[in-house]
Each structure stands twice: as structure tokens, then as C-alpha cells.
């Protein structure tokens, strides 16, 4: 059973710095992607960014440039470091993994992350 879990959300001021991860109960090294969405009060669910396994990692056009990122196969753990953070990034945020010849995808139960102006 592939459990999921964030940690690293929380309250931050604009410009400032949050480094969120993502464990795995299981190991990522036969992950198809993994990434992270957010989710803003009464906003749909949405894509931040993604990196696939032996592919090119992709972002949102609206945080290109301030967030990376990345995972470590050894930790089974994947990261999104978050810079030059703006109001406009509040949201709760969840990982998202897919395993190869396994159809469904495997969701964390989500962290706050609230950026004040």
C-alpha cells in the first residue's frame, strides 16, 4: 500500500522561502511522475510541477523561475523548493505519484502553505 505524506507548509511572508517534501512508503525508483498540485480556496486543483522519471521536469508558467523540484531515490522522498513566495501561492498543496503498469494515482493527504502580504 503506497502511503503519501507532506511536510514542510506553513505560514511565510512575501518573498520569503518553504521547502516542501513528500515521503513514500514504498519506493519511488519505478515511479512514472511524480509531482505536486495545490489547490486555492474555491480554485480547482491544479498542476505546480512535475518530474517524470528519465524525462524533463515541467512547471506552471506562474512559478517558473522561484520553485525546483526534485526527488531522492536513496529517501524515496520528493521535494518542491519554494522561493520568492507571493500571496497569490496560498493554497494546500499535495503530491501526486504514478507507477508504472499501475493505473491509479496515489495522493497525500495535502499541507497548508500560506504566504501574507
Known amino acids: 500500500q503506497v502511503q503519501l505524506v507532506e511536510s514542510g507548509g506553513g505560514l511565510v511572508q512575501a518573498g520569503g522561502s518553504l521547502r516542501l517534501s513528500c515521503s513514500s512508503s514504498?519506493?519511488?525508483?519505478?515511479?512514472?511522475?511524480m509531482g505536486w498540485y495545490r489547490q486555492a480556496p474555491g480554485k480547482q486543483r491544479e498542476l505546480v510541477a512535475a518530474?517524470?522519471?528519465?524525462?524533463?521536469?515541467n512547471y506552471a508558467d506562474s512559478v517558473k523561475g522561484r520553485f525546483t523540484i526534485s526527488k531522492d531515490n536513496a529517501k524515496n522522498t520528493m521535494y518542491l523548493q519554494m522561493n520568492s513566495l507571493k500571496p497569490e501561492d496560498t493554497a494546500v498543496y499535495y503530491c501526486?505519484?504514478?507507477?508504472?503498469?499501475?493505473?491509479?494515482?496515489?495522493w497525500g493527504q495535502g499541507t497548508q502553505v500560506t504566504v501574507s502580504s
Open positions: 514504498v519506493s519511488i525508483k519505478s515511479t512514472n511522475v
Open positions: 518530474i517524470p522519471t528519465g524525462g524533463i521536469t
Open positions: 501526486r505519484v504514478t507507477y508504472y503498469g499501475i493505473p491509479d494515482a496515489y
